[in-house]
């Protein structure tokens, strides 16, 4: 194996032009494991950037049964699967029947400080160069790819805050973030299992792979939407929403509030007291609710809340919300699906 970055760099290109695109990426992070340099972290997440926009032809529909809803559940409550149970089936049957799931301790306690402490650091790389430079020599804390387009997503602090109070980046401006992220999935088993739930290989996005540090607003409502009005309908997708400190409920910090149903449909937005075009008014809410209920789970760092892109749901907010919360967000799209102006991933 060549020693320098340039070689390796080299060998992986050629790898490329012999379409050995897995066989690139391991060289890739074999050589990152070795010594980590921020030249390959970078060359990995660009190699998935431009393998991602590969489309793929559709394959036959899912062989999963049809969703079977999970029994014993009252109204309002979101099914939990044991992480030693999580199964693409058990996966479908929460999602398409409830329209969510929650798997606790996804990522144990210690792993789930290292990545908080990872986001802040991602964060004041951005905020604070001078104090935190965004490239080190042995990481590429923040750097855009030439291979991503569009503005990097970004909350800017209220008045009176320090610039790193709330902030939600792209993953992929983090190529140091990304690698980690992206063996922290393969630990978990996350390809494996959501090939089985789409019936082939998932993608990531660009645009929907955040990390997310986010202060309170306990006074401003925020707007019940479907991720599906965005993304479109003839996909499929799981959403992966791993918090990173003790959320919900009671908790110091907000969590999310959850319409529990299944059903697979995107409602109108701008209509029954919606504030923005973009939300589903809260007279509708209620209605699509009289039934099935909200739930405001409360969440602890490395539970994990699974849905997809007919999810209704809101960012919660109360009186007693006065901390920071910390989460990543990691949208799934089976590939031949992958819109591609969310510049898909290889995962």
């Not at 922290?184 to 998932?202: C, I, N, T, V």
Request: net charge negative.
């Amino acid at each position: 194996m060549a020693s320098s970055v340039a070689g390796v760099l080299s060998e992986a290109d050629a790898l490329i032009e012999q379409g050995q695109w897995q066989q690139a990426l391991d060289l890739l992070a074999e050589s990152n494991r070795e010594q980590p340099r921020a030249s390959l972290q970078q060359g990995m997440l660009d190699l998935r950037l431009r393998a991602g926009r590969e489309r793929p032809g559709r394959p036959p529909a899912a062989a999963l049964a049809a969703p079977v809803q999970p029994p014993g559940l009252a109204r309002g409550e979101i099914p939990e699967i044991p992480v030693t149970e999580l199964s693409a089936q058990r996966l479908y049957d929460a999602i398409h029947g409830c329209g969510a799931a929650i798997v606790r301790q996804l990522v144990d306690t210690e792993r789930s400080a290292q990545l908080r402490e990872l986001v802040d650091r991602v964060v004041a790389a951005r905020e604070q160069p001078d104090r935190a430079p965004p490239r080190e020599d042995a990481a590429a804390w923040y750097a855009r790819s030439a291979e991503v387009r569009g503005a990097p997503a970004r909350f800017f602090a209220s008045p009176g805050e320090s610039v790193s109070a709330s902030s939600s980046i792209w993953v992929a401006d983090s190529p140091r973030v990304a690698c980690e992220l992206l063996d922290l999935y393969a630990s978990l088993g996350l390809p494996d299992l959501l090939q089985a739930y789409f019936g082939e290989p998932a993608r990531l996005s660009v645009k929907k792979w955040v990390l997310r540090k986010i202060a309170p607003d306990n006074v401003a409502e925020a707007g019940w939407h479907q991720d599906g009005r965005f993304l479109g309908e003839d996909i499929q997708t799981v959403n992966m929403w791993l918090a990173l400190s003790d959320c919900g409920g009671a908790a110091p910090a907000p969590g999310l509030d959850i319409v529990v149903n299944g059903q697979r449909e995107i409602y109108p937005t701008g209509t029954a007291g919606a504030v923005f075009d973009w939300t589903v008014g809260p007279e509708l809410v209620a209605t699509v609710a009289a039934e099935c209920g909200v739930a405001q789970p409360r969440f602890a760092a490395g539970d994990a809340l699974f849905f997809d892109h007919y999810n209704l749901h809101r960012t919660a907010f109360a009186p007693h919300h006065t901390a920071v919360r910390y989460a990543i967000e990691s949208w799934f799209f089976a590939a031949s699906t992958a819109p591609l102006k969310q510049q898909p991933i290889l995962l």
